[in-house]
């Protein structure tokens, strides 16, 4: 009895020790093998530090590889303590150099960290500031790379690229829809110290930062350009309370310009009100878009073929009663008999009232729908709105009337430009969009290319023909005739919408548009021009945002490579009119011939001889009636 008992407990106790032997090896293979990165990092932290390295931010081209935002290097304050020995010397030496707070320096310097970043003041300092720094040759005090993001052109697509925080963060804008690309992941030096924070003399690892991907836009600088000089002429000469442009392709949704006043420097967005840096007037602005919106219940009629743009006939006495309420035509005593193409070039509103009566509300409705108006486009940029329509069972015959000449509705720029391009391309409503893609800078690859998005077929081709001639028209011999620009084809729509406060109209402040596309045979641009209360002017959009609209075309024609064209509609001038006349081809002649050639002309002669070698403005260019004409000798 007493061996068995001695046997047991043996027993016994070789199964404890083999069980505690086994737990030990199974604790061993886990801290060893399953638990070995996550301990060999805590314990490499006790001895190993890093100093950060930024990395770029990804820069922002426009579509022709020309820099838009870009990156500074500067550098930042870093601060390791348990290196730093005299410490109330050290704060007052960088706080004199900062100009900053000494307790508040003292407080960096005395940190229980392994490494402390001096926030704000110590962060992207400029040249002479870092080089005080670095002359005081003080051990754990540091100086590491940090980028600055700029912008080389200032205010210039300021809301569209918005701006970055100064961890280079994207706060608004182009900057913060797409961050995640542009961000790039940070390098580092590390090296070792020991227990009380002293640098080891063992050899240092490079970690290369990765910079973020580049972006490129849809934007041509060069029109980008010709649209901020537009801008700040009209903030000139009429003092508006807003003002914007908006260009973009037809065919394919790409937003080519795009700005608005007021502006505001990108790199100094500090000194900006927030409701001046965050509202993005194309995407964000609603209003009544006025007498641009008849394009849409124009393209509907003619769609629905509830009317004939030639034959059928309006005769406007200068108002029109509907439900009680009376709607006038801006012309008083009206424009008499006319048929519907007078009815467009015009701008009549008692004649788009009678094109909304024909059409009913529930197909105006519709198509309004269909060309995209009541909800947002969907363009890649931030704080876009929907705007505002009238619900279907609350549409009588006074706001069916009202809606078909663009009042009493609510609309943004963006939907505007949409909505006419479909109209005029062909029919096709395409999805709007600024960015073209987004590269890796390192191996100039493409991780992401945008394709246009065709979101549906609004109208038929053979209407968006007749559109186009009508819009045509307009700008030929109607009221968009200050658009006009001799040998090239150009259509479009004025608009003057009253503003409204209160749920009432403002006497004297309206909005005043211009939508306009060339060539109007084949359009590649469309521009859109909304001026918001201009000071000391005739209250009209063909006044004020017509010539401002031909000033962006005319730019256009040599940036976009737009051609003439001789068969376009001739102009009809009125005697407020400039008008403009083809030159005729005198080299060649003889000086007596080329005077009666030129008859009506100044002339101007270079050079000795009989006959003429060269002439300018060339044969087929136009210049104003009565203008100069040069003339070479031989």
């Known amino acids: 009895?007493?061996?068995?008992?001695?046997?047991?407990?043996?027993?016994?106790?070789?199964?404890?020790?083999?069980?505690?032997?086994?737990?030990?090896?199974?604790?061993?293979?886990?801290?060893?093998?399953?638990?070995?990165?996550?301990?060999?990092?805590?314990?490499?932290?006790?001895?190993?530090?890093?100093?950060?390295?930024?990395?770029?931010?990804?820069?922002?081209?426009?579509?022709?590889?020309?820099?838009?935002?870009?990156?500074?290097?500067?550098?930042?304050?870093?601060?390791?303590?348990?290196?730093?020995?005299?410490?109330?010397?050290?704060?007052?030496?960088?706080?004199?150099?900062?100009?900053?707070?000494?307790?508040?320096m003292l407080s960096h310097v005395s940190k229980k960290t392994s490494i402390e970043r001096v926030h704000p003041e110590g962060r992207q300092l400029s040249y002479d500031i870092a080089s005080q720094i670095d002359d005081l040759h003080i051990d754990g005090v540091y100086l590491v790379k940090e980028s600055k993001r700029y912008y080389p052109y200032q205010e210039l697509l300021s809301h569209t690229l918005g701006y970055v925080g100064i961890d280079n963060q994207g706060l608004s804008g182009l900057e913060l829809t797409y961050d995640s690309y542009l961000t790039g992941r940070n390098g580092a030096i590390k090296y070792f110290s020991d227990g009380k924070g002293k640098r080891l003399e063992v050899s240092e690892?490079?970690?290369?930062?990765?910079?973020?991907?580049?972006?490129?836009?849809?934007?041509?600088?060069?029109?980008?350009?010709?649209?901020?000089?537009?801008?700040?002429?009209?903030?000139?000469?009429y003092n508006p309370e807003h003002a914007l442009i908006l260009a973009m392709n037809p065919k394919t949704g790409e937003v080519l310009a795009l700005a608005s006043r007021p502006g505001f420097d990108s790199n100094q967005y500090k000194n900006y009100h927030q409701e001046v840096i965050n509202r993005n007037l194309p995407v964000w602005m609603t209003y009544e878009?006025?007498?641009?919106?008849?394009?849409?219940?124009?393209?509907?009629?003619?769609?629905?073929?509830?009317?004939?743009?030639?034959?059928?006939?309006?005769?406007?006495?200068?108002?029109?009663?509907?439900?009680?309420?009376?709607?006038?035509?801006?012309?008083?005593?009206?424009?008499?008999?006319?048929?519907?193409?007078?009815?467009?070039?015009?701008?009549?509103?008692?004649?788009?009232?009678?094109?909304?009566?024909?059409?009913?509300?529930?197909?105006?409705?519709?198509?309004?729908?269909?060309?995209?108006?009541?909800?947002?486009?969907g363009i890649d940029l931030n704080g876009e709105a929907s705007g505002i329509l009238f619900s279907l069972d609350k549409m009588g015959p006074v706001e069916l009337a009202t809606t078909s000449f663009g009042q009493g509705i609510s609309v943004t720029p963006i939907q505007q430009v949409s909505a006419v391009s479909a109209a005029i391309n062909g029919g096709n409503l395409f999805q709007p969009y600024i960015l073209d893609s987004i590269v890796e800078p390192e191996t100039n690859s493409t991780i992401l290319h945008m394709e246009p998005i065709l979101k549906r077929r609004v109208i038929e081709?053979?209407?968006?023909?007749?559109?186009?001639?009508?819009?045509?028209?307009?700008?030929?011999?109607?009221?968009?005739?200050?658009?006009?620009?001799?040998?090239?084809?150009?259509?479009?729509?004025?608009?003057?919408?009253?503003?409204?406060?209160?749920?009432?109209?403002?006497?004297?402040?309206?909005?005043?548009?211009?939508?306009?596309?060339?060539?109007?045979?084949?359009p590649e641009l469309v521009v859109y021009v909304a001026i918001d209360h201009p000071l000391n002017t005739v209250q009209y959009g063909g006044t004020v945002a017509a010539p401002i609209a031909k000033s962006v075309f005319e730019s256009a024609i040599s940036i976009l490579e737009i051609q003439p064209s001789e068969k376009g509609m001739?102009?009809?001038?009125?005697?407020?009119?400039?008008?403009?006349?083809?030159?005729?081809?005198?080299?060649?002649?003889?000086?007596?011939?080329?005077?009666?050639?030129?008859k009506g002309f100044q002339v101007e002669y270079t050079g000795v001889g009989e006959r003429i070698l060269y002439q300018s403005p060339s044969e087929g260019e136009y210049v104003k009636e009565g203008g100069t004409i040069k003339v070479y000798l031989g």
Request: hydrophobic share 40%.
């Open 1 to 104: 009895m007493f061996f068995h008992d001695i046997h047991v407990r043996i027993r016994f106790f070789f199964l404890m020790v083999l069980f505690i032997f086994i737990v030990i090896i199974c604790r061993v293979f886990y801290i060893q093998v399953i638990e070995y990165d996550k301990i060999h990092e805590l314990a490499d932290s006790l001895w190993s530090r890093e100093l950060p390295i930024g990395a770029d931010r990804g820069e922002i081209y426009d579509r022709n590889g020309k820099v838009l935002a870009t990156n500074l290097t500067t550098t930042s304050l870093v601060l390791i303590p348990n290196q730093i020995l005299d410490k109330e010397d050290t704060a007052r030496k960088l706080s004199e150099i900062l100009q900053s707070d000494y307790e508040d």
């Open 289 to 377: 878009p006025g007498s641009t919106f008849k394009i849409v219940t124009l393209s509907a009629s003619l769609n629905e073929h509830t009317v004939n743009l030639f034959e059928d006939q309006y005769f406007d006495s200068g108002a029109v009663h509907v439900e009680g309420a009376t709607i006038h035509c801006w012309k008083h005593g009206g424009h008499g008999a006319q048929n519907i193409l007078n009815v467009v070039e015009n701008s009549c509103n008692p004649g788009f009232v009678y094109l909304g009566q024909k059409l009913g509300k529930e197909r105006l409705m519709q198509y309004i729908q269909n060309f995209g108006f009541g909800k947002k486009t």
């Open 461 to 522: 081709e053979e209407t968006s023909k007749l559109v186009r001639f009508a819009l045509e028209s307009v700008v030929a011999h109607g009221s968009g005739r200050n658009a006009y620009i001799e040998s090239f084809r150009v259509g479009g729509k004025t608009g003057t919408a009253q503003k409204v406060e209160n749920g009432h109209y403002m006497a004297g402040n309206y909005i005043l548009s211009f939508i306009g596309f060339m060539p109007a045979n084949d």
């Open 570 to 598: 001739e102009k009809e001038y009125n005697h407020l009119d400039q008008k403009y006349v083809k030159v005729p081809n005198v080299v060649g002649f003889q000086i007596e011939e080329a005077k009666k050639t030129l």
């Open 205 to 237: 690892v490079y970690e290369k930062p990765q910079n973020g991907m580049n972006l490129y836009l849809t934007i041509d600088l060069d029109l980008q350009l010709a649209v901020e000089r537009e801008l700040d002429n009209a903030v000139a000469r």
